[in-house]
């Protein structure tokens, strides 16, 4: 019912910034929150940042809070991630989700994955 695609990931320098986006289609009018996680390899999945589509709360992991900023564009249904200050912990794939109930950090509340974009920062 929705799709989401990612886009705008590549590999950064350290202390650089990189935007991601995500492009939501379908039945968007079901999405209530939009959440950004990310998986390193052999690690496990970790949420990144919230959105609420109406209204704008935001919610950040205490690892990325001051540096990542999570928006969202109501009219063009698209959700971005801007992120300054990468370090090369903050490695992994980055998936947008869509969250048809609540501002959730827990994964299997979302009911809606994109594929993944991936981000790479060098020491």
């Known amino acids: 019912q929705v799709q989401l695609v990612e886009s705008g990931g590549g590999l950064v320098q350290a202390g650089r910034s990189l935007r991601l986006s995500c492009a939501a289609s379908?039945?968007?009018?079901?999405?209530?929150?939009m959440g950004w996680f990310r998986q390193a390899p052999g690690k496990e999945r970790e949420f990144v940042a919230a959105?609420?589509?109406?209204?704008?709360?935001?919610d950040y992991s205490d690892s990325v809070k001051g540096r990542f900023t999570i928006s969202r564009d109501n009219a063009k249904n698209t959700v971005s991630l801007q992120m300054n200050s990468l370090k090369p912990e903050d490695t992994a794939v980055y998936y947008c989700?869509?969250?048809?109930?609540?501002?959730?950090?827990?994964?299997?509340?979302?009911?809606?994955w994109g594929q993944g974009a991936q981000v790479t920062v060098s020491s």
């Open positions: 379908g039945r968007t009018v079901t999405m209530y929150a």
């Open positions: 959105i609420r589509w109406s209204g704008g709360s935001t």
């Open positions: 989700a869509a969250n048809g109930q609540r501002l959730s950090r827990i994964g299997a509340t979302y009911e809606y």
